[in-house]
């Protein structure tokens, strides 16, 4: 999860196998959403991610589906400020180890994904 600024939030492993938005309410869950807008593509927009966002609080900028029986109103302009997060997602994939996921633990992954954050950080401020 990434800030407005490229700024990492959290990061959450998950299994090869499934996909990130079944593990997108438990990341949420670590942060504030509170008047926060949360942007996302299309496969975030399950009725459990959108049912956690209002609940607390936050703004959907979730475009629906094509075939959603009941679209919802997303902010188009500021949907169009999730290239930060895949920008940011990007400049991760330039340390080898973390594209290509040589560890073979879990919480040896992690750790040079942080390690790669902040080295992201300290060459971008």
Known sequence: M???NGIPLCFLL???NDHDSK???AALQIV???????????AYGSKEILGYIREHGGKIVIPPKSNTREPWYYDKETYKHRN???RFFQRLKWFRCVATRYDKTDSSFLSFVYI????LLLKLH
């Not at 504030?32 to 299309?42: A, P, Y």
């Not at 790669?116 to 080295?119: F, H, L, P, S, Y």
């Open 2 to 4: 990434i800030d407005h």
């Open 14 to 16: 998950s299994p090869g």
């Open 23 to 25: 593990h997108a309410v």
């Open 32 to 42: 504030d959403i509170t008047g926060v807008s949360v942007l996302g593509d299309k």
């Open 84 to 86: 930060v997060v895949e």
């Open 116 to 119: 790669a954050a902040i080295v």
